[in-house]
């Protein structure tokens, strides 16, 4: 039996650590969709797109292909490898307001429901137990402190090589959290059956276990 697992939770949480953690553990198929937000909005900021221009928005999903590279799970537009650039400033402080955009969800989501249909898959994002895979086999909703979160984010741009101060994290995270959970359509929640697992004192490894402790109790 090749089970769904969806995980949400608020940005920078440990989300897609987890997930691809777990998703290797079990050899299941990992996506993280805020990766697919991110390169719809890079793709959106390169062509200028005016984000409240509904036609404009509707003509660029047009032209527009969000796969991950096979095997490495980096984002992959229109078969350009943007793992890096979608991790920036520019795209990360724009993300949130394009992801409140209805045509952009109406168009994604069929696409990741299509990545799940066969089950044995770990998929990771804001609205994945509440809206994308409604039933899922197994949903949690993960947390983590704010500091730990910053640091976390801080740690992951510097490994990185992107440039960014302690603040502007900070910032970032606090805006997309408001937007993210206030917007109308698929706002951020934890779904009634999602299971929380507050990571804030956890080592990786404890995380990670605490993970396939839940896939171990799937009925
Ligand atoms: O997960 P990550 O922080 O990379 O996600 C970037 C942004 O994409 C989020 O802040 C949110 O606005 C959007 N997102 C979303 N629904 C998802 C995944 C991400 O709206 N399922």
């Known amino acids: 039996m090749k089970y769904t697992i969806a995980i949400d939770g608020y940005s920078a949480c440990g989300k897609s650590t987890l997930a691809k953690a777990m998703a290797k553990r079990l050899g299941y198929r990992f996506i993280d969709t805020g990766a697919m937000y991110r390169m719809i909005t890079l793709y959106f900021l390169r062509e200028k797109i005016d984000i409240t221009d509904e036609c404009a928005v509707a003509g ?13 799970n980096e984002a992959l537009l229109n078969e350009e490898n943007v793992e890096t650039e979608i991790r920036g400033r520019a ?3 724009m993300v949130s307001p394009v992801a409140t955009i209805s045509a952009v969800r109406r168009w994604i989501v069929p696409q990741q429901r299509e990545m799940g ?12 137990g509440t809206v994308v895979f409604p039933d899922a086999d197994l949903k949690i909703f993960v ?6 979160r910053t640091e976390r984010r801080l740690q992951e741009m510097k490994d990185k090589g992107i440039p960014a101060t302690r603040e502007q994290v900070a910032e970032n995270l606090v805006t997309r959290d408001h937007i993210d959970s206030t917007r109308e359509d698929s706002p951020l929640r934890q779904a009634e059956d999602a299971i929380v697992l507050d990571n804030s004192h956890l080592s990786l490894e404890e995380f990670i276990e605490a993970g ?3 896939v171990r109790g799937i009925p």
């Open 60 to 72: 660029a999903l047009n032209g527009l292909r969000v796969d991950f590279v096979p095997g490495s």
């Open 91 to 93: 795209v990360s402080e």
């Open 117 to 128: 249909k066969e089950g044995g898959i770990v998929m990771d994002g804001r609205d994945i």
């Open 143 to 148: 947390t983590a402190s704010m500091e730990v």
């Open 212 to 214: 396939m402790v839940l």
